[in-house]
């Protein structure tokens, strides 16, 4: 087939149109923290580290963190540098990356176990309109960074909210056995019920000290 040089203009012209009109949907969609555009972000262990540009601001080159450690799970910009050098802002951001690298290896180094991380096969179905309070869960890991795919943070001990109660809510809130934080989970990330004979001894000793202690701590409400 032969294309006439009209043809041929007509096309690149069509696909400058359809690039163009992409460009300006994905700066209609920008990412903003308050006037300042997030031009990079990398999220590595429990912060994001993040650079945005306000051309018109005084310091028109931040980097800040993003820490997502709330209620509602929103960013939450903290720390936040501005400068006038965007070389400045780029090492500045470099760094910050590199300080949670460092952080978050020594985070996993700390768990002296196996970190393949649990699966279907290893769970009890999970029965969404049942209640898994006081039951031993796996969270799936596929969906977490990938720094964060490891056995330690798959198993929790589920103590209450509405998706745990198989309500109609989400909300799971429990203690992960292997860090001893209590957070909130999904329901629908939540694989099953560990099956006894596939939960580590690591996750065992864990579970009895974790009952231990909020035995210990329901004893002193209670004087």
Known sequence: MIFCDVCIRKILDEQNRKNKERMMLMNDEKRMIGN??????????KKEVVFCVDKRAEHPYVVCYCDYNNPFSAPWPTEAVGTEDYLEAMQLFCDRVQAQIEQTRAELEKFKFDPTPFTVADCIPDMRNKSIVGKVVVINAEPKRYEYQHAAYQLV???????????????????????????????????GEIKPERMPQWAKDALKTIQKDQKAKHSREER
């Open 157 to 191: 001990l589920a103590e209450g909210g509405n998706g745990a109660t198989g309500g109609r809510g989400q909300a799971v809130f429990g203690t992960c056995l292997a860090t001893g934080e209590h957070s909130r989970w999904e329901r629908y990330d939540v694989l």
């Open 36 to 45: 300042y555009a997030v031009e990079q972000s990398i999220h590595i262990g």
